[in-house]
């Protein structure tokens, strides 16, 4: 092997350990941070909804209503932007003639560079509103649904999971749309031809060709989009209306608070050891779960690739 070769094999494979090894450390760094607050808790981590760290002798701190409420929000942002990002990458690939589709993947792509407090402003300041008879329609006629029940934050749907779902959906756009259009371009040319051939039309060229092809691809860049959205923070702190006294119970009318934005908004008590470890393991178990979620996207990404 020359030595160039060696040289770029070993900065490669130094590059690769290196990431590895800082993930390791930086999950290392925050279970030891926690270990402290998490004996010290009253209470069971993992199934109680209490959440009171304000005096270190007495913490009292569980993440059920913090992870309910993250999945929830992240969950409804989805379900919202898979379908438009199909709709666009679709639009974008087989439809828009070229001197369109270009500059208007440029302007999808630049909702990426949008700040997550612009999008939180307009959520809670502009969006909110305009949504708030759309959401009480929703309750009073599907009410009798969980999801559309009345929330813990009635008659308010400001600061609602739906208006936070809503926004974050809109943040997602750009990463699940870039792509899935970079998926559903890659499909061969000579299976888009055959089709044409055979007669088909446009959509079943697609329905045939191009969604087999890249439905691995799509539904990888969904679920990276659902790393992305399980980690907001600034956006869903402005956004979501934390109610004293009542917790997360499955509807989208409810307030509440994600890992993130729970940290965020409560970084004045991080000047107690203790206190602030409470919310290191919070932030330990929002890491276990965007990485497990990350994961999932690369290895179904990786299947595709190798097939």
Do not use: C
Not at 17 to 40: K, S
């Amino acid at each position: 092997m020359r030595p160039g070769d060696r040289i770029f094999k070993n900065l490669s494979t130094g590059a690769g350990i290196f990431v590895v090894a800082l993930i390791a450390l930086i999950g290392i760094f925050l279970l030891v941070q926690a270990i402290p607050a998490l004996g010290a808790n009253e209470v069971n981590f993992l199934t109680s909804r209490i959440w009171e760290t304000g005096d270190p002798t007495h913490l009292r701190f569980g993440i059920l209503d913090l992870l309910l409420v993250t999945i929830y929000t992240s969950l409804v942002a989805l379900i919202i932007a898979m379908p438009i990002s199909l709709g666009i990458a679709l639009f974008l690939t087989q439809y828009a003639p070229r001197r369109l589709a270009r500059p208007f993947a440029y302007v999808v792509d630049l909702l990426a560079a949008v700040p997550s407090i612009i999008f939180g402003l307009w959520g809670i300041l502009v969006l909110a509103p305009k949504m708030a008879p759309v959401s009480q329609w929703l309750n009073e006629t599907l009410g009798f649904i969980p999801i559309f029940g009345t929330g813990n934050v009635f008659p308010n749907y400001s600061g609602t999971i739906f208006t936070a779902g809503v926004v974050l959906a809109v943040m997602l756009l750009p990463i699940i749309t870039s792509l899935s259009r970079e998926v559903f371009e890659r499909t061969p040319t000579a299976h888009i031809e055959g089709a044409l051939a055979l007669g088909a039309t446009r959509w079943e060229v697609i329905r045939t060709t191009v969604l087999p092809f890249g439905k691995a691809g799509y539904v990888g860049a969904s679920m990276l989009g659902l790393g992305r959205a399980l980690g907001e923070t600034i956006a869903l702190a402005v956004i979501l209306y934390i109610p004293r006294g009542h917790f997360f119970d499955w509807s989208v009318f409810d307030g509440g608070a994600t890992f993130a934005s729970q940290i965020a908004a409560n970084y004045a008590e991080f000047n107690n050891p203790t206190s602030a470890g409470a919310y290191i393991a919070a932030g330990l178990v929002l890491f276990v779960l965007t990485f497990a979620v990350n994961f999932a996207a690369r290895t179904i990404i990786g299947e595709r690739k190798a097939d």
